[in-house]
């Protein structure tokens, strides 16, 4: 609890504030605002961050879902005339909406409980963003820099590097937060591509095929995408069949998706690589 804002963390938001100064600073660093960047805060919370951003970018935008901390940070940062905060669940919001002249750049102290299904919300909309400096729970941000062969390499890694360069940046314990989790977390920036290094003919055939591998991880090739493709196609693409889901590369999943998107053109089935919902 922070007795200065008299706000009580909620567990069902996964409210873990930050409170420690030096990371605080050191995020800062990390982010590098300018005065004239389109920031957008994810979960300011109780505004430590948001303090430290107002400082060189005063028309900092946030978006806050819960309805307790609005009058909190209306309070602290009255003296800002350009702050804006849009009371809305980040997990359905269209960040497009905010960009005018300028991509966004995002940064957020994401909450563990959400935070994979955000990334992947904040991916759908990586066309209008510059990058992401995000606060994540350390096993997260170990999966979304994962190669191949890793133990922590999968969907997430996959996808987010589909559209972004990841870079781990520094961990950060429990302490710097109240109430304090009982996990360690990291810093990691994400860039968009500017050009995809590997593009795939259909983006909901490669979640697809990505997907249903993953879900048999454990599973050979053979067997995890018995349903997607066959074992003569995965040769003729001088894949292992033999190997499991986790030990291929990006390149090597879309080219995979290709090779199914190209039979269900030529077949007229074009229902199976259907996007998931943002």
């Not at 759908?124 to 191949?148: C, N, P, T, Y």
């Amino acid at each position: 609890m922070s007795r200065k804002a008299g706000h009580q963390a909620r567990k069902r938001f996964g409210q873990n504030f930050l409170h420690d100064p030096g990371v605080i600073e050191r995020i800062v660093r990390a982010i590098n605002p300018q005065p004239d960047d389109a920031m957008v805060e994810i979960g300011p919370g109780l505004g430590a961050l948001t303090e430290e951003i107002l400082a060189v970018n005063p028309a900092l935008q946030v978006v806050e879902l819960d309805r307790d901390l609005i009058p909190v940070l209306r309070t602290k940062f009255f003296n800002y005339p350009q702050f804006r905060i849009h009371e809305a669940d980040a997990l359905k919001f269209d960040f497009r909406q905010l960009v005018a002249e300028r991509p966004l750049r995002i940064v957020g102290n994401l909450p563990y409980n959400i935070s994979t299904p955000l990334i992947f919300h904040l991916l759908s909309q990586s066309g209008v963003v510059q990058d992401m400096h995000f606060m994540l729970q350390k096993e997260v941000v170990q999966r979304l820099a994962a190669v191949s062969g890793d133990n922590h390499y999968g969907r997430l890694g996959i996808m987010a590097q589909y559209f972004c360069k990841v870079l781990p940046l520094f961990e950060v314990g429990p302490g710097a937060f109240r109430p304090a989790p009982k996990v360690d977390s990291a810093i990691v920036r994400l860039v968009p591509h500017q050009t995809l290094p590997h593009p795939a003919q259909d983006l909901g055939v490669l979640q697809m095929v990505v997907r249903t591998a993953f879900n048999a991880r454990r599973k050979t090739l053979r067997k995890a995408l018995g349903g997607v493709v066959s074992v003569a196609q995965l040769q003729a693409l001088e894949i292992d069949d033999g190997l499991r889901p986790e030990n291929l590369t990006l390149a090597q999943y879309v080219a995979i998706a290709d090779t199914v998107a190209a039979a269900q053109t030529a077949t007229g089935d074009e229902g199976a690589g259907e996007r998931e919902p943002s």
